[in-house]
């Protein structure tokens, strides 16, 4: 893909997706607009409850974003749908439980500006831990046993921020689309592992970073079956189409049976989740991986 015009300007659209979190919401709202740089738009795509989708309706027009209802199928359908929402030359995830340090968005803005087709990842911190090393850490990419680890320095990599990063936007109008069928866990980590092998690069910004309000008890969703599924899913994406070594396939087969005795019945049902989920992805990493090659024989050439 031949980079884009000089001439062309930089426009940030957050794509913030929410569910039932209003209070979380405002404090991200407010953080973004005491940012000195203001992005093109926010748009916020509200997976809510009727009750509490109108406060955030409310929350959207005291904070000038373009509210839209969310499709209402979990995480990732959401991130898809408020990444087309967009107008802007790229598009920068966001979740309603993060706050801002100072220069946040400029330093996002300069980045886009100085490699515009590259996909930047923003690392994370939790409250009171702003002055130390953490939040300066490179996000981490995916394992094939399914886990996150850091990657190594210096090297091409496939980490992803899930909801911190910003991408080109031509990568959603290409068609590409984070993993939908899991309502939330690590398939996210198979998304950053397909857009390495489809030749994007993937940079970390290291000039700002997310605070990251985590609460265990405030998830949207509670279940233990769908992101041991989304691990294992994964991990058979990275080690069976995009980086298909001995190793990482062995590597990922050995999870298996520990989720299965780990899990029992549950177990044994994500495992069978994983591989249908698998089989459907890779019929849909092929076909675009296909369209991505008559597109740009360039990029083809560059997977691994």
């Known amino acids: 893909m031949a980079d884009p015009s000089p001439t062309t300007v930089a426009r940030i659209s957050v794509a913030l997706v929410t569910r039932n979190r209003p209070e979380s919401l405002e404090r991200t709202l407010r953080s973004l607009r005491a940012q000195d740089?203001?992005?093109?738009?926010?748009?916020?795509?509200?997976?809510?409850?009727?009750?509490?989708?109108?406060?955030?309706?409310?929350?959207?027009?005291?904070?000038?974003?373009?509210?839209?209802?969310?499709?209402?199928r979990g995480l990732y359908a959401n991130r898809n749908f408020s990444a087309l929402a967009c107008?802007?030359?790229?598009?920068?995830?966001m979740?309603?439980?993060?706050?801002?340090?100072?220069?946040?968005?400029?330093?996002?803005?300069?980045?886009?500006?100085?490699?515009?087709d590259a996909v930047w990842i923003i690392g994370e911190c939790l409250p009171g831990h702003e002055g130390t090393a953490e939040p300066w850490r490179c996000p981490p990419q995916l394992h094939p046993r399914g886990y996150s680890v850091e990657p190594p320095p210096g090297e091409r990599m496939w980490a992803i921020a899930d909801?911190?990063?910003?991408?080109?936007?031509?990568?959603?109008e290409r068609g590409l689309r984070f993993y939908e069928c899991f309502p939330f866990g690590a398939s996210y980590l198979e998304w950053g592992?397909?857009?390495?092998?489809?030749?994007?690069?993937?940079?970390?910004?290291?000039?700002?970073?997310?605070?990251?309000?985590?609460?265990?008890?405030?998830?949207?969703?509670?279940?233990?079956?769908?992101?041991?599924?989304?691990t294992l899913f994964a991990g058979l994406c990275h080690s069976f189409i995009y980086q298909p070594s001995l190793r990482n396939r062995l590597l990922t087969l050995t999870q298996f049976p520990i989720t299965a005795?780990?899990?029992?019945?549950?177990?044994?049902?994500?495992?069978?989740?994983?591989?249908?989920?698998f089989r459907e992805q890779r019929r849909i990493s092929l076909r675009s991986a296909g369209a991505e090659v008559m597109r740009s024989p360039a990029r083809g050439s560059r997977r691994p």
Do not use: K, N
């Not at 107008?87 to 995830?93: A, M, S």
């Open 163 to 172: 909801g911190a990063s910003i991408y080109p936007r031509e990568i959603f």
């Open 261 to 277: 005795v780990r899990f029992r019945t549950t177990g044994v049902r994500a495992c069978l989740d994983a591989v249908g989920a």
């Open 193 to 230: 592992s397909r857009l390495h092998w489809l030749g994007y690069e993937i940079l970390h910004l290291r000039d700002t970073f997310v605070i990251h309000h985590y609460d265990p008890d405030a998830r949207s969703f509670s279940d233990v079956r769908a992101p041991w599924a989304s």
């Open 95 to 116: 979740d309603d439980d993060h706050e801002f340090p100072d220069g946040h968005m400029q330093a996002c803005l300069r980045a886009v500006e100085h490699r515009p």
């Open 87 to 93: 107008r802007g030359t790229h598009v920068r995830t």
């Open 37 to 72: 740089v203001q992005p093109f738009e926010v748009v916020l795509s509200d997976d809510s409850d009727r009750e509490q989708a109108r406060r955030s309706q409310e929350l959207a027009a005291r904070y000038e974003c373009r509210y839209v209802a969310g499709p209402h």
